[in-house]
């Protein structure tokens, strides 16, 4: 959580010491990279980006658990729920219900697919003109703000902003509210972490560098393992890292673990340590765990698909349906961004959130009419 605040703590220094005090050190460096390196751009936020992906070989995603800017704002969203109780979010947060999409790679890929798209556009209109300068783009570009205007420059309509306190706080909060559904929003209704473990489209180019370096360090087995599961009850990612480190050599190879060592916190007995150390061989008899794969299913009687211990949740809608929120969150998301790229994530996640919500009451009210009229 340090950490995290420190990040966010860097990342005010930088814009107040560019945009208030003049001094420049390097440029944006945030979402900018992915769209700058697949213009051939190297600027700060491009080797940001290459920076994390190597990072992998040897952390994992320890970058988003320890770094990632929005993964603060996740845990800032997560605090702010609890301390201010709101029941809703306790109930989800006291078992660590965590409700996830059977199509959340689409999602993902989709998101990230969306989001490139001005790029693919720009690199076939103009082709690929590769250049280097590391304090390109400002740090606000793409914000609210941006160039004196409140969106970018393809939204359907507009205002300026001024250089005032009044129009300052304006574009604040407009940035603000994009980081509430993104982090309150989808951890009230999906649980915590929600964005991680859904939506994330930088997820798509993380997982697949994982598991590949030998010293890649892992959440493992350094000690004898009681099989209590409360890591795997702990793990915001909803694996089931008990039966990871049981079957995987002691070793938790899943690759959505983002290293937020919540799993370390829970165990009491300080079975796990992070490390690319061989594991201690598990010798203390345990009930072996079924080897089903992670978030493989039951199905309870109200029809949510879970796993007996809530690892992951499963909405009771069928896989076209699931199929279909997830265009109609990206087509959504699409035509939000007109506003500016950030502005994808309110209209996918809203288009996202209405579109189940609304398949869900129309499946349980067909349901009950069913029962009432025997069929
Ligand atoms: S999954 Fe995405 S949002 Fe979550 S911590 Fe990682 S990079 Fe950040
Ligand atoms: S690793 Fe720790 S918390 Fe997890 S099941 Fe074993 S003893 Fe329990
Ligand atoms: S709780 Fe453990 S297994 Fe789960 S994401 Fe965090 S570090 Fe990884």
Redo the contacts with the bound molecule.
Sequence with gaps: MISLAAVHAYIAVHLISWHVFGIEIWGKTAMMGVPSLAKGWINAASIMVIL?LLSIFIFG?G???WV????GA?EFADWILRKLKVQQYLNVRERNVLVNTQHRWLLRVGALFVLLLPVIILVHNVGFTPRVDVMSPPPVADLPGYEGQAFAKTAPFNFSIQANWHDFLLAFGLAVFIQFT?SVVLNLRYGH?A???I?????TM?VPLMNISPVQSKITRVAQCTGCRDCSNACPQGIDVSREIFHFNGKVINREC?KCYACIDACDDHVLRDTSAPAVAQTDRLKPYEKRPWQQELVRKDGYRTDARHMQVYEPLGPVTDFLSIIVALVAGGISSRFGGFWFYPGAIFAFILFRDAALRSSRQIAKWQGQHKI
């Excluded at 990632?68 to 993964?71: E, K, T, V």
């Excluded at 939506?199 to 997820?203: G, Q, V």
């Design positions: 994390i995603r970058f988003c658990g990632c800017h929005m993964r996740i993104m972490g964005f991680c473990r939506l994330c489209p930088y997820a993380m983002i």
